[in-house]
């Protein structure tokens, strides 16, 4: 199955990207005078977003392809790239919240489990730059098994610690817990508990469910959170089974949306920073029994919740009549 994947989907995409990079000055000025046209810079912001993706993908998928020494490095360094390009194109940028935990902090931890707030398209990008390069954590990532169809990361899975999960509940423990225990010192794993990116449809729906199920207690906590989906238990608790005595990271940020909520992809954030906060739980304080461990991280994110929520006032208070384009 892997083998015919990707005898598919490599050269697809290698084809189509060499076509886009040939042809880059023809796209970039028919979508610079769409955007003259027009008087908004999407087209021409989203056309060079499109063209520096494909370089850079290009570029690794050759490294890849060579064989590479030491995969955290080249994660770093494209990483950098990616990093360095949206804030040409978008000027938008990382801002790490005063109090957060420090790079000394996370260096002695024993292994990290990262559990990260999931909002918007990109949040994922920007949280790994910030933890390989700004805290130079080695990187451990749960993915959506759907992402294997994208060649970097499916090529990227032979060389780094990646675990790519589908429906089965079971295996997808099963590799959490696995992935969770080759962690040391310097890892880190990140996870999505919520485990899909906050829109008001999921967020209803996730409420619903969680009434359906008769957990009444935690679907009135779920209710009152409105930035955030209700954390899932399962992959949390596999993760620090297989640590045991890792320490948790809580990373919450305030997204591109200017109501701290959901934005739609063909919504380009311009001129934005995204404000993250970090929150270090050594592991003595995080339970490892599921019901106690359900009660903490429910606790953590109401706190995560209000943390967004203040974020957002406070932004609305200093910028009034902010109107500036999401483009």
Known sequence: MTVLRRALTVPAVVLLEIFLLIT???????????????????????????LAYAAIELSTLNRLRHGVDDPNELLRVVLIRAYSTIRRV????????????????????????????????????????????????????????????????????????????GPNRRRARGCIQTLAASMSTGDALLLFPEGGNFSQPRWKHAVAALSARSAHDRARRARGRTYTLPPHLGGVLAALTGAPTADVLLLAHTGFARDGRDRPWSQLPVHRPLVIRTALAPAATVPREAAALSTWLDTAWSEVDTWVQRHVEHAAAQHPTDVRPRW
């Open 24 to 50: 880059a000055p023809l796209l970039l000025l028919v979508a610079a005078i769409a955007s003259a046209g027009t008087g908004s810079t999407r087209a021409l912001r989203s056309t060079a977003l499109v």
């Open 90 to 165: 978008l000027d938008v940028r990382v801002t790490l919240e005063a109090g957060s935990a420090t790079r000394e902090q996370l260096s002695t931890c024993k292994g990290l489990v990262v559990l990260a707030r999931h909002c918007g398209p990109g949040d994922s990008l920007f949280i790994a730059w910030l933890l390989v390069v700004q805290y130079r954590l080695r990187l451990h990532v749960v993915l959506k098994a759907v992402l294997r169809l994208e060649p970097t990361l499916d090529l990227a899975g032979d060389r780094l610690p990646l675990c790519f999960i």
